[in-house]
C-alpha cells in the first residue's frame, strides 16, 4: 500500500496506529529510483502524522503542534481527510497555518512563503520532493562472495564503495586507512564485512551511545552469518556486561561498538583490550565519524584524543598487529593531518578518498539586523518552512530561550538538546528523533552526531558558526535521502555590537587554542603537582593539575574542562616533537570533596632541557602555536567573509576551498539564485590511495602452471561471446587458486559470484590505473569483445607487469591483442593450458 492509502485507512480507523506504521515501513526498504525515493520520503510524513496524532490524544503534543505537522503533510502529499476531532482543531488553529477547511473533513493548504526569503522555487522544490536534473543516483556496482555469504546484500552501493571494503580487507597489518565515502555511501559495510571476515575482534568507536546503537542493530540485520555483535554502552544491566565481558574473554566476539570513555573509564574492559593487542586477538579499530575527534577534542570530548594513546600502545604491544581505519564523509586537509598525528604512524598511512559536496541543499541567507529580528524570524521560519527541522544556536541558553518563546506560543513538542542535556535525555531526544516524535529540535552543535535521520528538509542557524566547517557539517544533517533539502542562515549582524554573532564566532575560536603563556604554566603546574612521578625521561602526569593562577574556587568550577585543557596541552607538545604518549589511564577519586574524575597520562620527554626551562619552551612554542591558531582561524575568516558578502562568490565554490578533493556544487545560493550544478567523475576516487602490496605467492597449482611467469592463457576453444556458464566455470576455478580478481565483460558483471573482487572492464581499467594493489593475488580477464576491447583489455593488463602481479587471460589463441594483427598467443610469453588444467 502506498502512504496515501495507508493514511486513509487510519483516519476511518480501518487500521490502528502500530499496523499502519509498521506498513508504511515497508516503503522504506527500497529506494533504487526516484519514485520509491520519494514514496520512502512521503511514507514517513505519514509515520510523523500518525505519532503526531497519537501524541495528541496523549496530551504531550499540543493543538499547535498538531497543525505544524499537518500544514506539512498536506503540502507533501496533497488535500487529506481528517477526523473529526481533528478537523475541529484544525478549524479552531489552522487559520495561522494557511490551513484550509474545506467540505466533507476535508483539509487543504494554503503556500505562504515568506516574502523575506527568496527565490520561492527552492522551498517548492523540496515540497514537491523535486529531484534536481543534475543530481546523480548512486550506480550500483557488482557483489562478490564476500558481500554475498556475510551480507544479505547482492550488490555494492557503488564502485567507490567496493574498492573501499576491498581495500580495507587487503590493509597490511599496523597500518592506518581513512576512508570517506558520500554521506549515505555505506561506509558501516567496511566495519561490518572487516569484522566478519577476520579473525578477531573488530572494535568500533563510535561518538554517541544513538549512533552506536543504530550502527549495532545495522549490524545485527546485516550479517547473516552467526557473527557474534555487542555494544558497551553505560546504561546496561549487568547481565548484559557480563555477557560482553565473557564473550571477550572467551574470544568469541567480532563485533563490538562502544565509546572511547567506556574503554577508558572500565578497568576490566580496559584490561581485557590490553591483553587482546597483546594476544592478537584485537585485529581492527574503526574510528567512527573520525572527523568529531578535531572537531569535539578540546571541550567536549577530550577522550577521543585520549584513546589514541592507548591505540598507539596496543599497536606497541601487539607488535604493529592491529589495523586501524577512520570513516567520515568529506574531510578537510587539517582533519586529516590531525587525524593521522593521532591515530596513523609515518610511512604506514593510506586513504581511500570518495569526498563529495552534498547536492541536495538549497541555501538561503538573511541578516537579522537586531536579536530580536532573528528570534522571530527564526520562529515564522519554524511555522512555514518544510519539517523535520533543526534549529541551531551558539549556547545552551539561547536554545533554551528559543524554546520558552515558543511554549509561549503554544508549542510544547520541540526539545532542545545542547551540551547540557543529561544523558538520558539525549538517548530520548535521539531515538525520538529517528522515531518522527517531533518535527522540530532546538539544538547547539552538541547535535552535531546522532542518528541517522534520512528525511531532515531544513536546517536553521540562527547564529553564526565559528568555521565553515562547522556550518557544513550541520547543514549535512538534511536531504539525506537525496531528495532536497533547505539551509537557512539568519546571523545577526551590527558593526557596533560586540555582542554581534561573528565576533561571539570569534572569542569561541580563540579559546580553541592555548597561548604560549598559559600552555608554559599549565605544563609547569602538571611537572609539579605532588601525584607526578617522576623518573629519568618519564613521566606519570595527574591531568587534574590547576594551574597556579587559578583560586581553589576556579579550579573546582573548571573541573573537566580543566582536565581537557591539559589533554589538550599533552598532544600538542606530542604533535610538535617535545614528549612521546605512552599510556593513559582513567582516574576516578573518590576521597577527594568534590569527587575527582581525570587521566594519569604516561609521557617520555624528548627534549627535557627545553622542557625544563621555561624562557626556552616559550620559545620553541610561539611558532607551532602560531600555525595551530592560524589553522583554526581559516575556517572562521570564510565563515566571516560569507556573512558580510554572502553574494560575492557562489557558495558551492566556497565549500570547496574547505574541501579540495571535492568537486563544486550548488543547488542555488544568494550568489547563483537560479542553481547550478557541476557533473561529477564517474568514478569519485579523489587521490590514488598509497598503498604498496607484494604480489602473493601462487598456489601450489598455479604454481606449477605458470613457472617463472606472470602471465598465462587459458585455452579457450571457440570464439564469439562467452556464456555464464563457461564464465561461471572459470570463476570457481580461479576462486579454488586463490586469485584474488576476477574482470568480466558488463553484461556479466551481475550474473557471476566471486570470492575475491569482481571488476567490469570499465571498473578495471580505473582500478589498474589507480589502485593496482587490488590485484596483489593475480587477476582473471575474460576475453570475449571486439577488437578495440580486446586491445584496450590487453593494454592495461600490462601495467600490472611492473608489480610482478599474475595475470591469467581466459581467450582464443587467435584473439588479436596488437597492431599489425598480433594475436595473444605470438605476443604472450606466458604457457598456453587448457581449461582443465587450470
Not at 331 to 352: E, I, M, P, R, Y
Not at 528 to 542: G, K, Q, R, W
Not at 652 to 671: D, K
Request: glycine share 6%; net charge negative; aromatic share 10%.
Amino acid at each position: 500500500m502506498d502512504s496515501k492509502e495507508v493514511l486513509q485507512q487510519y483516519i476511518v480507523g480501518a487500521m490502528k496506529a502500530q499496523s499502519a506504521i509498521a506498513e508504511l515501513e515497508k516503503n522504506l526498504v527500497d529506494t533504487s529510483n526516484l519514485l520509491k525515493m520519494q514514496e520512502a520520503a512521503k511514507s514517513r510524513y505519514v509515520i510523523g502524522f500518525i505519532r503526531r496524532s497519537v501524541q495528541f490524544k496523549r496530551e504531550v503534543a499540543s493543538a499547535k503542534d498538531i497543525c505544524l505537522n499537518i500544514r506539512d503533510l498536506v503540502l507533501f502529499i496533497g488535500r487529506i481527510k481528517l477526523t473529526e476531532k481533528l478537523y475541529a482543531v484544525v478549524k479552531e488553529h489552522g487559520a495561522e497555518f494557511d490551513l484550509v477547511c474545506e467540505n466533507d473533513l476535508q483539509v487543504s493548504c494554503l503556500h505562504h512563503i515568506p516574502e523575506w526569503i527568496e527565490p520561492h522555487q527552492y522551498i517548492k522544490d523540496v515540497y514537491a520532493l523535486r529531484h534536481d536534473d543534475g543530481i546523480e543516483l548512486e550506480m550500483e556496482s557488482s557483489g562478490d562472495a564476500i558481500l554475498a555469504t556475510h551480507t544479505g546484500f547482492n550488490a555494492y552501493k557503488s564502485f567507490e564503495q567496493k574498492v573501499a571494503v576491498h581495500t580495507a580487507l587487503n590493509l597490511p597489518n599496523g597500518h592506518t586507512l581513512l576512508i570517506s565515502l558520500p554521506t549515505g555511501g555505506g561506509k558501516s559495510l567496511v566495519t561490518q564485512l572487516l569484522a566478519s571476515s577476520s579473525d578477531g575482534l573488530t572494535v568500533v568507536i563510535v561518538p554517541t551511545v544513538a549512533l552506536a546503537l543504530d550502527q549495532y542493530y545495522a549490524a545485527q540485520q546485516n550479517l547473516t552469518n552467526e557473527t557474534e555483535i555487542y555494544c558497551y554502552r553505560g546504561e546496561q544491566s549487568e547481565l548484559e556486561r557480563a555477557k560482553i565481558i565473557q564473550s571477550l574473554k572467551d574470544r568469541k566476539a567480532r563485533i563490538l561498538f562502544t565509546s572511547p570513555e567506556a574503554i577508558l573509564k572500565n578497568s576490566e574492559l580496559h584490561r581485557i583490550l590490553d591483553n587482546a593487542a597483546k594476544d592478537h586477538y584485537l585485529a581492527n579499530v574503526v574510528v567512527d565519524e573520525a572527523h568529531v575527534v578535531p572537531d569535539w577534542g578540546v571541550f567536549f570530548r577530550p577522550d577521543f584524543q585520549i584513546f589514541s594513546i592507548l591505540l598507539k600502545k596496543w599497536e606497541h604491544e601487539s607488535k604493529e598487529f592491529i589495523r586501524t581505519f577512520l570513516l567520515s564523509a568529506t574531510l578537510s586537509d587539517d582533519v586529516v593531518d590531525t587525524l593521522f598525528a593521532l591515530f596513523g604512524s609515518s610511512g604506514k598511512n593510506a586513504q581511500v578518498r570518495c569526498d563529495a559536496l552534498r547536492q541536495e541543499p538549497r541555501f538561503y541567507f538573511h541578516s537579522a539586523k537586531s536579536r530580536g529580528e532573528q528570534v522571530n524570524k527564526t520562529i515564522e521560519a519554524i511555522k512555514l518552512l518544510p519539517k523535520p527541522m533543526v534549529v541551531y544556536v551558539l549556547e545552551p541558553r539561547e536554545a533554551k530561550e528559543l524554546q520558552k518563546k515558543l511554549c509561549e506560543f503554544g508549542y510544547k513538542n520541540i526539545p532542545v538538546f545542547t551540551g547540557d542535556t543529561k544523558e538520558t535525555d539525549r538517548n530520548t531526544i535521539l531515538t525520538g528523533w529517528k522515531n518522527h516524535d517531533f518535527d522540530v529540535v532546538i539544538a547547539t552543535s552538541a547535535f552535531g552526531i546522532g542518528v541517522d535521520k534520512p528525511d531532515v528538509r531544513t536546517i536553521i542557524h540562527a547564529c553564526c558558526p565559528e568555521n565553515l566547517s562547522r556550518f557544513y557539517q550541520e547543514v549535512g544533517r538534511g536531504g539525506r535521502d537525496r531528495l532536497p533539502s533547505l539551509s537557512l542562515f539568519i546571523p545577526y549582524q551590527s558593526r557596533y555590537d560586540s555582542d554581534g554573532d561573528v565576533r561571539r564566532a570569534l572569542g569561541l575560536v580563540s579559546k580553541r587554542v592555548l597561548t604560549v603563556e598559559r600552555a608554559v604554566i599549565r605544563w609547569k603546574a602538571l611537572l609539579s603537582n605532588p601525584t607526578a612521578m617522576i623518573d629519568s625521561d618519564e613521566c606519570v602526569l595527574n591531568t587534574s593539575a590547576t594551574p597556579p593562577t587559578m583560586t581553589d574556587e576556579e579550579a573546582e568550577y573548571a573541573g573537566n574542562r580543566n582536565v581537557a585543557w591539559n589533554v589538550n596541552l599533552l598532544l600538542f607538545l606530542h604533535r610538535t616533537g617535545f614528549i612521546d604518549l605512552l599510556d593513559a589511564n582513567y582516574v576516578f577519586d573518590k576521597k577527594s570533596n568534590p569527587p575527582k574524575k581525570y587521566y594519569t597520562v604516561t609521557i617520555k620527554l624528548l627534549q627535557p632541557d627545553i622542557l625544563s626551562d621555561d624562557d626556552s619552551l616559550a620559545n620553541a612554542l610561539t611558532e607551532p602555536r602560531a600555525r595551530e591558531y592560524e589553522s583554526q582561524m581559516v575556517g572562521y575568516r570564510i565563515m566571516s567573509e560569507l556573512v558580510s558578502s554572502p553574494k560575492a562568490l557562489c557558495w558551492g565554490r566556497v565549500f570547496r576551498h574547505l574541501f579540495p578533493l571535492s568537486r563544486e556544487v550548488c543547488n542555488g545560493c544568494p550568489a547563483d539564485p537560479e542553481g547550478r550544478i557541476t557533473s561529477d567523475d564517474t568514478y569519485k576516487l579523489r587521490t590514488d590511495p598509497e598503498i604498496t602490496l607484494p604480489a602473493a605467492p601462487p598456489s601450489p597449482r598455479l604454481g606449477r602452471n605458470m613457472g617463472s611467469f606472470n602471465e598465462m592463457i587459458i585455452s579457450r576453444p571457440s570464439t564469439g561471446l562467452c556464456s555464464t556458464e563457461e564464465v561461471a566455470l572459470i570463476a570457481e576455478k580461479a576462486s579454488q587458486n586463490d586469485i584474488g580478481a576476477f574482470v568480466v565483460p558488463n553484461r556479466l558483471s551481475n550474473e557471476i559470484i566471486y570470492s575475491g573482487i569482481l571488476l567490469n572492464y570499465e571498473e578495471f581499467y580505473y582500478a589498474v590505473a589507480h589502485c593496482p594493489y587490488l590485484f596483489a593475488k593475480g587477476v582473471v580477464c575474460i576475453f570475449d569483445g571486439d577488437t578495440a576491447t580486446n586491445f584496450t583489455l590487453y593494454k592495461n593488463l600490462g601495467k600490472l607487469d611492473a608489480l610482478g602481479y599474475r595475470k591469467i587471460l581466459y581467450c582464443n589463441e587467435n584473439t588479436i591483442v596488437a597492431n599489425g594483427g598480433r594475436t595473444i598467443r605470438e605476443y604472450s610469453d606466458g604457457y598456453p593450458i587448457p581449461i582443465q588444467k587450470f
